[in-house]
């Protein structure tokens, strides 16, 4: 994806939550480890929110901060969209699984906060401030969860 605008950034990061969503739903359904089939499950579940309230943030955000450039960021940091010797997440352990998630939150947190320190207005400085949250407490929400579904085994 050709990114300029912090609008595009927010079209990447909502497709990517929800190309993630529908891979770890396909991948829930062939992987034979029954943990990790919960786990995929539930972490989808997160992706798929995400996805929808990224595209909420675009729709409801400030047209001047959506329309403000930021490819000089991506010209010399591109995201990174897989890890793990790109294995299917359906080979993945667990706690592999949980690493590729947090790996990848992690990528899109940097990205934000990056763009953050170089906000050139207000209204992209609040937007930014709010997709760093939003980014963070899920990733939080979403390793508590899995925690929890782990016990269960």
Not at 10 to 20: I, N, P, R
Request: charged share 25%; hydrophobic share 35%; glycine share 2%.
């Amino acid at each position: 994806m050709h990114t300029e605008t912090l609008r595009d950034a927010l079209d990447w990061t909502s497709k990517f939550h929800s190309d993630l969503h529908d891979c770890m739903v396909r991948c829930s359904e062939q992987t034979t480890n029954e943990r990790s089939s919960m786990l995929l499950d539930y972490l989808a579940k997160h992706e798929e929110k995400l996805a929808h309230l990224i595209t909420n943030f675009k729709q409801q955000g400030d047209t001047h901060a959506l329309n403000t450039w930021c490819r000089e960021h991506f010209e010399k940091k591109p995201v990174i969209q897989h890890s793990l010797n790109d294995r299917p997440l359906a080979e993945l352990t667990p706690d592999e699984l949980l690493e590729y998630v947090t790996f990848h939150h992690s990528q899109i947190i940097d990205l934000y906060k990056t763009l953050l320190a170089k906000a050139p207005i207000p209204a992209m400085t609040e937007l930014l401030k709010q997709l760093v949250a939003l980014e963070e407490h899920e990733i939080q929400s979403m390793m508590q969860g899995a925690n929890q579904v782990g016990e269960v085994y």
